[in-house]
């Protein structure tokens, strides 16, 4: 049994700006984190028969990997070689379509078990772009970079994305102390709301690729939304925390401007309401929009704040930082397993 533990995301500034709508054009910013929040996926070959076994919300059993309607756990099984024989499952602390990128880190998770399996193992930027090919070419999802490469690398980082798709990966280092505070004044709050990612981007790709008229507020939008990112790093970096939630109220200014998907009117109205009565500085819907978590950035009055947001059905979610990405938590008997599997599956879980 292969166990890989997979860290859900917080994207503290420049979303958006990692879909290949924006970034061919003018280059894509994230300043995102990991998350203490993390989906499991637990992975063993079979000893029994050749039948593949999936399950997550629902349970497939099928002979062969064509076969799964799962595509995300179709095309990484393709992608590795491994056509029948073996079971996977997943689990999750938070649930899927709430904006912390469950999708990628699923797939992230169950291609880390599949590389242990094979004992295939790679660099960092190697899973995390077999993630992004599965999704954005194989699968053709109208989503970004930023899940796949966040679900590899978890930490405080920034993530560069050059206008050909490359994207480099760099640390941010802020005191313990001191982010602990940021922490403590970032509350997230589960509005109740789940929704498709890429059904909420597709009026932002469908804009970019749309005449001038059509593209212009949306990429003005997104340009502003990327010097933010930067904006916002800079003062995490100094540690000027209060600035960083004055500065995501800018942000979700902008993204709000760019879709009606993105915001709710009844989470507006609230967000209006806590600015007035709570001191809260600035928030947003975290990921694309449309419903998942709400972050409020709130320095003072955080019991009042706590109490009135779960008195309107959003009950707070307490997290930390995680400095680690995907990898794998448990691999027992895969020596075993991985040996006895070798004599049919020699094609399929051996090399490239």
Same mark, same amino acid.
């Given at each position: 049994m292969i166990v890989t533990r997979t860290p859900f995301r917080i994207t503290l500034g420049g979303g958006g700006t990692d879909l290949p709508s924006f970034y061919s054009e003018h280059g894509g910013f994230i300043f995102a984190?990991?998350?203490? $929040?993390? @989906?499991?996926?637990?992975? =063993?070959?079979? @000893?029994?028969?050749?039948?593949?076994r999936l399950h997550y919300t629902q349970s497939e059993t099928v002979d062969h990997v064509t076969e799964l309607r799962h595509e995300l756990a179709r095309e990484a099984l393709r992608l590795h070689q491994v056509e029948d024989g073996i079971e996977i499952s997943s689990l999750?602390?938070?649930p899927a379509g709430t904006g912390m990128g469950s999708s990628s880190c699923y797939l992230v998770g *169950? @291609?880390?078990?599949?590389?242990?399996? #094979?004992?295939?193992?790679?660099?960092?930027h190697e899973v995390a772009e077999e993630a992004c090919r599965i999704e954005l070419e194989t699968l053709n999802k109208g989503i970004g970079k930023q899940d796949q490469y966040m679900a590899t690398f978890g930490g405080l980082t920034v993530l560069n994305i050059g206008r050909d798709g490359s994207v480099e990966v760099k640390r941010v280092k802020v005191g313990v102390a001191a982010f602990s505070a940021l922490l403590a004044n970032a509350h997230l709050y589960y509005t109740g709301l789940r929704r498709d990612a890429a059904e909420v981007l597709a009026d932002q790709n469908s804009a970019m690729r749309g005449t001038a008229a059509i593209k212009r507020p949306v990429a003005e939008s997104l340009l502003a939304i990327k010097d933010l990112g930067h904006r916002i790093l800079e003062?995490?970096?100094?540690? =000027? %925390?209060?600035?960083?939630? #004055?500065?995501?109220? +800018?942000?979700?200014?902008? $993204? $709000?401007?760019m879709s009606q998907k993105i915001s709710v009117t009844h989470v507006d109205q @609230?967000?209006?309401?806590?600015?007035? +009565? %709570?001191?809260?500085? &600035? &928030? $947003? *819907?975290? &990921?694309?929009?449309?419903?998942?978590?709400l972050m409020l950035y709130a320095p003072h009055k955080h019991r009042e704040l706590e109490e009135y947001m779960l008195s309107n059905g959003m009950p707070r979610l307490h997290y930390t930082l995680e400095l680690e990405g995907s990898k794998v938590v448990s691999s027992l008997g895969n020596t075993l397993l991985h040996s006895m599997q070798q004599p049919r599956r020699a094609m399929a879980l051996g090399g490239n």
């Open positions: 984190m990991g998350i203490d $929040k993390y @989906l499991y996926v637990m992975l =063993n070959p079979s @000893l029994i028969d050749r039948k593949i999750a602390d938070l *169950l @291609l880390t078990a599949l590389r242990q399996l #094979r004992q295939d193992f790679a660099p960092l003062a995490v970096s100094a540690e =000027n %925390f209060d600035t960083f939630g #004055r500065l995501m109220h +800018e942000h979700w200014c902008f $993204k $709000k401007a @609230l967000y209006d309401h806590v600015r007035r +009565e %709570f001191g809260v500085l &600035g &928030g $947003k *819907l975290v &990921g694309a929009g449309g419903g998942g978590f």
